[in-house]
């Protein structure tokens, strides 16, 4: 089974070829253009993925040593993510599919997040309670199967990665600030600016209080020292980060309890967070739970994990027509 597999859900274009289970290559793309503006541009990032496909594809495939007429599939992001980006890889996908005579998958960029813990060794076994935390959704899946997964938790405002970002931006730090703030956090005190941990009923996450605390925390104190973000910024980073991922493991740490699971993944963009990473692996040490986090290349957006997603897809037969439509708010169910 050879897959040609398109992720475009954001501001990453790539692409990955699948060859019985393999990812034989993994190109990614990344857009310069938004550093200026301080976040992703929706128009400047789907400009940007018509000039980035076809070299990215064109590289995966020699890269993989693979010609087009070896592929047996054609996948595809379908959703969720930004309309004009996911139009863009999803019409070359179906073009390709359509040219070639080869069958369309569509996947769901959420549910390739949770199963790019497939990839490489170790896997973990269903059922398994997975975390997944990025720049737009921060999700508690209980996953019994490659295509049977339940959200038992979920953000109700800000995303994880968001609040990283929003709240490293009222740092002063560039643009994406959450690698910039996990890296300077390496050298703080995480415990020496106290911050509300968001408290929400049931396995649900909330952020928004979290950059309104900082807000005016850093107006205050700026008030009396201009000089004091740039004084004390470690600290200040450190003490951000501990309550994000505080409030992470609170709910991960519920949700595992209740559910009766011991086998606990971590997925997304900000699984690639070094504090994260460290805090889960202490969790897991504490509670009993095997852990599971995709090697770094495999947490942010990238078409490796559409390419195993969609082998489990063309597995059990699920495929798509041309008619099918990209769906930035598609749902995991």
Request: aromatic fraction near 6%; proline fraction near 5%; glycine fraction near 8%.
């Amino acid at each position: 089974m050879t897959i040609l597999a398109i992720e475009s859900s954001c501001d990453d274009t790539s692409a990955a070829v699948l060859v019985n289970g393999e990812i034989r290559s993994n190109v990614v793309a990344t857009q310069q253009v938004h550093e200026q503006y301080g976040g992703v541009v929706p128009e400047l990032a789907s400009r940007a993925h018509q000039q980035h496909l076809i070299p990215v594809v064109e590289a995966a495939l020699q890269k993989a040593g693979v010609s087009k007429a070896d592929l047996d599939a054609i996948a595809f992001t379908q959703g969720p993510g930004l309309l004009g980006s996911l139009l863009v890889g999803g019409m070359f996908a179906k073009t390709l599919a359509l040219a070639l005579n080869k069958p369309l998958i569509a996947v769901n960029h959420m549910r390739a997040h949770i199963l790019a813990h497939f990839i490489e060794d170790p896997k973990p076994r269903f059922p398994f309670l997975c975390l997944t935390v990025s720049g737009g959704h921060t999700q508690l899946v209980v996953v019994r199967s490659a295509l049977d997964m339940q959200i038992i938790g979920q953000t109700t405002d800000d995303a994880a990665g968001e609040a990283f970002d929003k709240t490293g931006k009222l740092l002063g730090l560039p643009y994406p600030a959450g690698p910039h703030l996990d890296k300077l956090a390496r050298q703080g005190n995480p415990t020496r600016f106290p911050l509300p941990v968001g408290t929400m009923p049931g396995y649900d996450f909330s952020f928004s209080g979290l950059k309104t605390a900082v807000l005016y925390f850093l107006k205050k104190e700026t008030a009396k020292n201009p000089d004091f973000i740039q004084e004390n910024l470690p600290d200040l980073c450190a003490s951000i980060q501990h309550t994000i991922i505080q409030t992470l493991l609170r709910q991960l740490r519920r949700a595992a309890h209740d559910q009766g699971l011991t086998q606990v993944a971590l997925a997304g963009g900000v699984a690639a967070n070094s504090g994260l990473r460290q805090a889960l692996q202490d969790e897991a040490a504490a509670q009993g739970w095997e852990v599971f986090i995709p090697a770094f290349q495999y947490c942010t957006d990238n078409a490796g994990m559409v390419a195993i997603t969609a082998q489990f897809q063309y597995k059990a037969g699920d495929f798509a027509d041309q008619l099918v439509s990209s769906d930035p708010r598609l749902k995991l169910a």
